[in-house]
C-alpha cells in the first residue's frame, strides 16, 4: 500500500508521530495510517477534572482573538496540514473536488470574531461563559465547560470546523472521533492550533484521533464517568445504538442524529412562468447544493398543483424546470455525483417498469434525477434519495405534506414565506426542527438551534451558586 | 453446430428431455455462437409480447440482438420485479398490482378483476385460479416482496430440470429418478406457500408423488405472503431506527385472528417435528431440499436432542442458497451431515429468477449449464467484461428456459465466472463461477435480502406486531 496517508494522532498540543496501524479506505479510496489509539489511551483522556482550570486563566475575549488569528492561517493554499487534509478528502469524501475545494475555503471565515461572538452570544450568553450571572437575589448561574467525545460526521468538512469552535467557546476539552471519511480535517486545525500556540490553553484542551467505531476494548476505557461528561455523536443510526450501550448515569449523550429534510411549495409558484422559474432555481439550491450530502439537503418536494390530469402536467414541467436548474448549479456547490450510488440507481431504473406512477427526468448516467409520482405519494424508496436524485409529490392541499413530517424530518424549505408563517406550528408538532425559505435549506444559521436542541448549552454544565 | 446445441436452439426445452450431463460437454467455441443465436432467436420472440421489454428496447434502440452488448442493454434491472410502490400493498392496490404484473409477462392479464383483494394472499390465490400464473415472492430489503410471474409449466419444467441434475449428475443414472421412483419427502418449513421456495416445493411434491403419508413438514400449513412482507418491513424500519412508521393495512388488520390461531397450531410442532422424523423415516432414506441454513438450524437443534445419523445412505440432500446473514461455524457442514447420516448431497447457486441451478462440482465451482447465458458486468459502469479469461463483478444473464416472462436480468451478487478458454478440473466443459459468492449490498455494509422464511424470528415478530397493533 504505497497511496497510505499519515495521520498524525494529536493529544493536548502534542502530535504524535505513530503510524503502526493502518485502516483500509472505503469503496477504492485511498486508506491511512495512524496511531493505535489504545497505546495512548492514559493520555487521551483528562483524569483530573482539576485540568480545565487553566482555560478559566483567560478571557472571553482572548479566546475570540485566539480563534480569529487561527481563523486565516487555515487558508487552503498556504497552509500545509489543510492542504493535505484537502488532498485526502478528495479520495475518501464524496464530494467533487470542485466542492471539496469551496468548502475549504469557506473554513476561514467561520473563525470571524463576529461571527463567533454571535454564536456564543446567541446559542449560550457570552455573560454566563464569562462569570456568574445572577437570576435573582441569592442566586447566581454560570456555564462551565465540559470533558466531552465528539463523534463527528464526515459528509462534509464543516463538522469538524464547527466542533473546535463549540468547544472553545464553551471552555471544553475535546477529544474528537474523526470518521473514516474525513480522517484528517480536525486533525489539520489541530496542527495548525499547535503550530500558533503551542501552550495556550485552548490549545492544550484539544485531542483529534481516530479509532475504529466499535472498538470495545479502547471505548470501554474511554467511557467512563471518570474520564467524560458528554458524548457528543453525529451521525448514522448504528453508531448511535452502539454508543448508547455505554450510557451510564454520570455521561450525557448529545445526539445529533440523521435527519431528512424535504420541501413544501405552495400553489403560489404556478403564478407566472417566471415565478416557477425562480422557485425551481431555489429548490434546485436545497436539492442540489453539496450534491445532496447533508442532512439538511431536499429529497421530496411536495407541490401543491393538484393530483388531476392539469395537476400531474404542472408537476413534470415543473421537475423539468428543477430538473435543469440542479444541471445549472456552479460547480463550487454541485456536480454529478463521482460515486454515484448503485443502489439507488438500481431503484431508478426499475421506475421505468412502472411508468403509470412515475416520471423520471435525467437518471441515465450520475447526472442526478428528478421523480415526479403521478399520485399523492413518495417513493418506496425516499429515505435513500442521494447523489442529486429528488422526488417531486404532487398534492392538492397542503394537508398531505405536513402529515408527511415526522420524528426523522429536520429541515423544511417552504415557498412562499406567507405558507411557513401559516403551517410552521403545525410542523413543529409534527417533528420538523427548522423551518426555512425556499432555497435557504443548505445555509442554516451558526448561531440557532440544531436538530430542534441546544447543542452549546448542552455542551455546558450548567452551575448553580445558592446564597441562603 | 453439433446436434444438441441445434436440438436447444430449436427448443430450449431440449434440455430437459436430453441427457444432463450433454450440457457439460460443450466446445468453448461452439458456445459463444450457440449463446448468440439463442438470445436473438429469444428476444425476437418475446419483444413483442412483454411490454416491459419491448419499451426498455425501445428506449435502448435496440431492435434485435446482433451482438452481446445489445443483448446487455435489454436486460433487466434486479429491482424489476419489486418495482410497483409499496402503496399498492398498503392500501389494497391490486388492481393496479395486477396492470403492473401484466407489463411483464407474455399472458394477458387485462381480464383479471382484482379490485377486490384485501390481502396478498387473496390476490396471489386469485391468480392461481383465474390464470396458468403460478407467482412466487422473494423478500426484499424493505418488506416489498418481488413477484415473480412464472407460470404453472415454467414451474414445473424447473423441477424437471431438478430431477434430471440429481439422476445425472455425478454421472448418467448415478442418481435416482424422483419421479419414477418417489421417495420420503421432509421439509423442515412450512408446508407451502407463494414464497419461492416453498411454491417450487409444492409444486414438485405433485411431480414427485410426495403424499400426506410419505412427507414430514416443520409446520403443516402454508406460509402467508402477508406476514413474510410485514416481517421485512419491520426488520428494515428497525436497521434504520424508524419502527414508528410501520402501517398496516386493514385487510392485515381483519385477518389477525387467522394469524392468532396459526401460531397457537405451530408452536408445539417443533420438538415433535424430529420425533416425528426420527420415528417415521428414521432409518429410511428420504428427500431432502432445503437452504443450508434452514438445514443448519434443524440439525443443530437435533444434535441438542442428542439425535444423529437419522437417516439411509441414499437419501438425497438438495442444498443451496449460500449462508445469507447467517454467521455459522467452521464446522457446520459437519454438524449437518452426522445429523442426517448421508452425505449425497447437491449444492446449487441459482435464484428465484433463473429456472436451472447451477451444481457445484467436487472442484468447488458451480457449473453454468448451456440453457443460461452469464455474463459478469462492471459494478460501477454496468459494461460487459469481455467473454474471456476469468472476471470478477456483477452477475448477469438470459436464461433461455423462460417462456412467459424475460429471463434477461442483472442480479445483485458479485460472482467470479472461468471457462471461456479453460475448463474445470472436474473435466466438465463449459462456464463456470466461483463458490465466493456475495451480495453487493453486504459488500457495500449494508443491510441484506431478508430471507424470511429461514428467520422464524422475525416472523414471530411479525405476529406479534400485528397482534400489538390490532389492540
Redesign the interface.
Known amino acids: 500500500m504505497t497511496d497510505l496517508f499519515e495521520v498524525p494522532l494529536v493529544i493536548r498540543g502534542r502530535v504524535v508521530d505513530d503510524y503502526s496501524r493502518q485502516f483500509p479506505g472505503r469503496m477504492g479510496s485511498h486508506g491511512f495510517a495512524t496511531a493505535d489509539a489504545n497505546d495512548y489511551i492514559e493520555q487521551i483522556v483528562l483524569n483530573r477534572p482539576s485540568d480545565m482550570a487553566d482555560l478559566y486563566s483567560i478571557s472571553f475575549d482572548e479566546i475570540i482573538e485566539y480563534l480569529a488569528e487561527l481563523g486565516p492561517r487555515l487558508a487552503l493554499d498556504s497552509n500545509p496540514h489543510m492542504h493535505r487534509a484537502f488532498e485526502l478528502s478528495r479520495s475518501t469524501s464524496g464530494l467533487s473536488d470542485s466542492i471539496l475545494r469551496y468548502a475549504y475555503e469557506t473554513i476561514p471565515a467561520a473563525f470571524a470574531s463576529s461571527e463567533t461572538r454571535r454564536v456564543a452570544e446567541n446559542l449560550v450568553g457570552v455573560d454566563y461563559l464569562e462569570g456568574w450571572v445572577k437570576v435573582r437575589d441569592g442566586v447566581r448561574v454560570r456555564a462551565f465547560g465540559s470533558r466531552a467525545v465528539h463523534i463527528i460526521a464526515g459528509n462534509v468538512p464543516l463538522v469538524g470546523v464547527a466542533t473546535v469552535i463549540r468547544n472553545a467557546l464553551t471552555r471544553s476539552d475535546a477529544v474528537i472521533k474523526t470518521p473514516s471519511n474525513d480522517p484528517l480535517t480536525s486533525t489539520a486545525i489541530a496542527q495548525t492550533m499547535i503550530e500558533m500556540a503551542p501552550e495556550h490553553p485552548l490549545t492544550r484542551h484539544l485531542t483529534v484521533a481516530y479509532w475504529k467505531g466499535g472498538d470495545e476494548v479502547f471505548e470501554q476505557q474511554l467511557y467512563q464517568p471518570r474520564h467524560i461528561e458528554k458524548i457528543v455523536a453525529w451521525g448514522g443510526f448504528n453508531s448511535i445504538k452502539h454508543i448508547s450501550a455505554y450510557l451510564q448515569p454520570g455521561i450525557d449523550l448529545i445526539t445529533l442524529d440523521p435527519k431528512q429534510s424535504g420541501t413544501i411549495i405552495g400553489a403560489e409558484a404556478f403564478d407566472s412562468p417566471q415565478r416557477l422559474q425562480s422557485v425551481a432555481a431555489k429548490a434546485a439550491m436545497d436539492v442540489g447544493v453539496f450534491n445532496q450530502e447533508g442532512c439538511v439537503n431536499a429529497r421530496v418536494i411536495y407541490l401543491v398543483c393538484g393530483t388531476d390530469a392539469s395537476g400531474l402536467e404542472k408537476a413534470r414541467a415543473f421537475g423539468q424546470l428543477l430538473f435543469d436548474a440542479v444541471q445549472n448549479l456552479p460547480q463550487s456547490l454541485s456536480t454529478p455525483h463521482k460515486r454515484f450510488d448503485a443502489a439507488l440507481k438500481d431503484e431508478v431504473d426499475a421506475l421505468r417498469f412502472v411508468e403509470d406512477e412515475y416520471t423520471v427526468i435525467g437518471g441515465r448516467g450520475n447526472e442526478g434525477a428528478i421523480i415526479v409520482s403521478h399520485e399523492s405519494e413518495a417513493v418506496d424508496f425516499a429515505r435513500d434519495l442521494a447523489c442529486r436524485v429528488a422526488n417531486v409529490v404532487p398534492i392538492d392541499s397542503v394537508e398531505t405534506a405536513i402529515k408527511s413530517v415526522n420524528a426523522y424530518t429536520q429541515t423544511i424549505g417552504i415557498y412562499p414565506d406567507s405558507l411557513k408563517d401559516a403551517i410552521r406550528d403545525r410542523l413543529a408538532f409534527q417533528g420538523a426542527q427548522r423551518l426555512v425559505s425556499l432555497g435557504g435549506a443548505c445555509n442554516p444559521p451558526a448561531d440557532a438551534p440544531q436538530d430542534g436542541i441546544e447543542p452549546l448549552r448542552r455542551m455546558c454544565k450548567w452551575i448553580v451558586d445558592d446564597t441562603q | 453446430m453439433k446436434h444438441y446445441l441445434s436440438s436447444l436452439l430449436a427448443d430450449p426445452k431440449n434440455f430437459i428431455a436430453l441427457r444432463y450431463g450433454e450440457g457439460f460437454d460443450i466446445e468453448d467455441s461452439e458456445l459463444g455462437e450457440f449463446h448468440l443465436q439463442a438470445a436473438k432467436k429469444k428476444f425476437a420472440g418475446l419483444r413483442d409480447k412483454v411490454k ?1 421489454l419491448k ?2 428496447s425501445e ?1 435502448q434502440g435496440v431492435e434485435e440482438i446482433s451482438c452481446f452488448d445489445d443483448l446487455i442493454r435489454v436486460l ?5 420485479y ?6 399498492f400493498l398498503e392500501k389494497s392496490r391490486f388492481d ?1 398490482l395486477t ?2 404484473l401484466d ?2 409477462t407474455a399472458l394477458d392479464l387485462s381480464h383479471i378483476d382484482a379490485s377486490g383483494c384485501t390481502s396478498i394472499d387473496e390476490w396471489l390465490d386469485l391468480l392461481d385460479v383465474q390464470t396458468e400464473l403460478r407467482i412466487s415472492h422473494s423478500a426484499g430489503t ?1 418488506g ?1 416482496l418481488s413477484f415473480l410471474p412464472r407460470t404453472r409449466q415454467e414451474a414445473e419444467n424447473v423441477n424437471l430440470i431438478l430431477r434430471d441434475m440429481i439422476r445425472d449428475w455425478y454421472g448418467d443414472d448415478t442418481g435416482p429418478d424422483l419421479i419414477e421412483t418417489p421417495m420420503p419427502y421432509i421439509q423442515p418449513s412450512y408446508k407451502g406457500g407463494y414464497y419461492t421456495m416453498l411454491r417450487g416445493a409444492e409444486l414438485r411434491a405433485e411431480l414427485f408423488g410426495v403424499t400426506d403419508e410419505n412427507s414430514l413438514y416443520l409446520y403443516p400449513d402454508r406460509m402467508s405472503a402477508d406476514v413474510c412482507s410485514l416481517a421485512g418491513r419491520i426488520r428494515a424500519a428497525e ?4 419502527s ?2 410501520i402501517e398496516l393495512s386493514p385487510g392485515l388488520v381483519n385477518k389477525r385472528d387467522q394469524f392468532i390461531q396459526r401460531e397457537k397450531d405451530k408452536k408445539e410442532s417443533v420438538s415433535e417435528f424430529f420425533q416425528q422424523a426420527v420415528e417415521k423415516f428414521g432409518g429410511r432414506s428420504v428427500f431432502l431440499c432445503t437452504t443450508w441454513t434452514m438445514l443448519y438450524d434443524a440439525m443443530l437443534e437435533a444434535r441438542e436432542r442428542g439425535i444423529d445419523n437419522i437417516f439411509g445412505k441414499d437419501s438425497v440432500l438438495v442444498s443451496g442458497g449460500g449462508n445469507k446473514g447467517y454467521d455459522l461455524p467452521d464446522d457446520w457442514k459437519e454438524i449437518i451431515f452426522r445429523g442426517l447420516g448421508f452425505d449425497r448431497a447437491y449444492e446449487l447457486y441459482g435464484m428465484s429468477e433463473m429456472m436451472s441451478g447451477f451444481p457445484v462440482c467436487e472442484h468447488g465451482h458451480y457449473h453454468i449449464p448451456p440453457v443460461v447465458i452469464p455474463f459478469v458486468l462492471d ?2 459502469t454496468g459494461e460487459s467484461m469481455p467473454r474471456s479469461g476469468t472476471h470478477t463483478g456483477r452477475f448477469a444473464f438470459l436464461d433461455l428456459m423462460t417462456e412467459t416472462y424475460w429471463g434477461g436480468f442483472i442480479s ?1 451478487d458479485e460472482v467470479t465466472l472461468s471457462g471461456f478458454d479453460d475448463d474445470c478440473a472436474c473435466g466438465r466443459k463449459g462456464l463456470f463461477l466461483d463458490t465466493a459468492i456475495r451480495r ?2 453486504e459488500k ?1 455494509g ?1 443491510d441484506d435480502k431478508i430471507n424470511c422464511s429461514g428467520a422464524p424470528e422475525a416472523h414471530d415478530k411479525a405476529i406479534e406486531f400485528l397482534l400489538n397493533a390490532a389492540q
Open positions: 416491459a419499451r426498455l428506449e433487466f434491472p434486479h429491482t424489476v419489486k418495482s410497483y410502490p409499496l402503496s393496479k396492470k403492473w407489463g411483464l424493505t416489498k436497521a434504520k431506527g424508524e414508528g412508521s459494478p460501477i445483485g453487493y449490498s457495500e449494508g
